[in-house]
């Protein structure tokens, strides 16, 4: 599985400013690519730390950053995209289809991308850029993605995921169906099973089940033949 990590010019949380540049480090201990969807270099930058990749049309650099700077610091500036796109792709479609195309990355990992008070917009959007990869995947059932922040996360689930413990406080899991044919095969550690459920994409009643006490991981496995979930984790 080749993972890369993907930083959208969106909402940080810049009180926990030490949860991005941990996980920034450690992605870099592990030779994961780091990609930065233009504007995204902002937490780069607060982090005093470099991206491998930056990309998009650059409408959204901060004015005190050169690119002949990022250039110099070593990152892989993609300029072929300015002045090309014009709206038929955002920074994040060309963040995925870099990730995929060219680095061969089967896993996307994405930062930067849940909402404040005030761009449900560009959340739904960011949630589509999962669905996006998995599209364009050359094999879609090894494809895996998730949208990553300080308490919670959303992943794109196409066959089996294990979910950690974060704490000792509860553990939210929620299930959402965007297609018809979602079926869980077997779910082991909720306080309520999901195994052997099909999940109605209009009927959200699969929300809010939680970890049981005594567990420190959950397992779900969706059935063969099924279609992907997303599946959300609030702790």
Not at 25 to 50: K, N, T, Y
Request: net charge negative; charged share 20%; aromatic share 12%.
């Amino acid at each position: 599985m080749k993972v890369a990590s993907i930083f959208l010019n969106g909402y940080y949380n810049f009180d926990q400013i030490r949860f991005y540049r941990d996980e920034i480090e450690s992605a870099l201990e592990h030779d994961v690519p780091l990609i930065c969807a233009d504007g995204g270099i902002r937490i780069f930058q607060m982090c005093d730390l470099v991206p491998t990749v930056l990309i998009g049309d650059l409408d959204s650099i901060p004015n005190f950053t050169t690119i002949d700077e990022l250039k110099q610091s070593g990152v892989n500036i993609i300029d072929k995209w300015i002045g090309k796109t014009d709206k038929d792709y955002t920074d994040g479609q060309l963040a995925v289809v870099h990730a995929l195309s060219v680095l061969g990355c089967n896993y996307i990992v994405i930062y930067g991308s849940f909402p404040t008070s005030s761009d449900a917009d560009h959340f739904l959007g960011n949630l589509k850029l999962m669905r996006f990869g998995f599209c364009m995947s050359l094999v879609p059932s090894n494809f895996q993605a998730e949208m990553r922040d300080v308490f919670q996360a959303i992943y794109f689930v196409t066959s089996r995921i294990e979910i950690d413990r974060k704490n000792e406080k509860l553990q939210y899991i929620s299930l959402i169906a965007e297609h018809g044919n979602v079926n869980v095969k077997s779910s082991i550690g909720l306080r309520w099973d999901v195994s052997n459920l099909w999940i109605d994409p209009d009927q959200p009643k699969a929300l809010r089940n939680v970890f049981m006490s005594e567990v420190d991981q959950v397992i779900i496995e969706l059935a063969e033949d099924s279609d992907p979930v997303y599946i959300i984790h609030n702790w």
